[in-house]
């Protein structure tokens, strides 16, 4: 028998999707592509930030000024103000970098990469059973990387991940959902494309690449 796996501290309800944030309030942690600026990459990782409660959502107010003083402020102003259009795709390898230098005191982050897929799966997996969010990277084959933010799994009677269930911040989250996205990696991984990306009015073959793991710093 399949299970899934969720991680801890999400709770749905008629509100939607929520996440209880830096000011200890639960907030809806679902941030649609297109209410604050900058790329996909940076609403997966302001949700990720909005889960460990390093954000609040008064944050997220773009008709609020970001007190620049503080490191969080600094970090949103760089995110928010100069990392707006970024037609190829924000890198992890940068986003490693700038986590770490702006707000690396709050949180550590860590860009994860192998050209063997399984490796890649086996760390996603590390996330979710320690209950991680994982900032994945997708890519399709006309080209373009797209972010996500992987918050279950699916395995099957053996223990192996079937699918991933993430947020995806490019269309609208599901009111009856705790995701809006699934990851089909239950074929095999020879093809250059060898996954399905399915939402509900839109599915491509991709291929998965880097991803991001962000802990606290305790």
């Not at 509100?15 to 209880?20: D, E, I, R, T």
């Not at 949103?76 to 690396?104: D, F, K, M, V």
């Not at 399984?118 to 990387?145: H, R, W, Y």
Request: charged share 25%.
């Amino acid at each position: 028998m399949n299970q899934i796996h969720l991680i801890k501290g999400l709770k749905l309800n008629n509100k939607g999707l929520l996440v209880k944030d830096e000011s200890n309030s639960w907030v809806q942690i679902y941030k649609r592509q297109g209410t604050l600026d900058g790329a996909c990459a940076v609403y997966v990782l302001v949700m990720n930030l909005l889960y460990l409660g390093i954000l609040c959502d008064k944050d997220m107010n773009i008709y609020e000024k970001i007190d620049k003083r503080t490191k969080k402020g600094k970090f949103l102003a760089h995110l928010l103000e100069n990392q707006g259009l970024i037609r190829s795709g924000y890198r992890y390898t940068s986003l490693e970098t700038e986590i770490n230098s702006y707000i690396g005191d709050y949180v550590i982050a860590k860009r994860i990469y192998y050209k063997n897929i399984t490796k890649i799966i086996e760390q996603i997996d590390l996330c979710l059973v320690n209950d991680i969010p994982a900032m994945i990277s997708v890519c399709f084959p006309e080209g373009g990387s797209h972010a996500l933010l992987a918050i279950a799994k699916e395995t099957d009677s053996r223990g192996n991940i079937t699918k991933l269930f993430c947020i995806d911040p490019s269309i609208d989250g599901a009111s009856f959902s705790y995701w809006n996205c699934i990851i089909d990696i239950s074929s095999s991984y020879k093809q250059e494309y060898p996954f399905w990306y399915v939402t509900e009015k839109d599915k491509s073959k991709i291929r998965l690449d880097d991803i991001i793991r962000i802990e606290k710093n305790k």
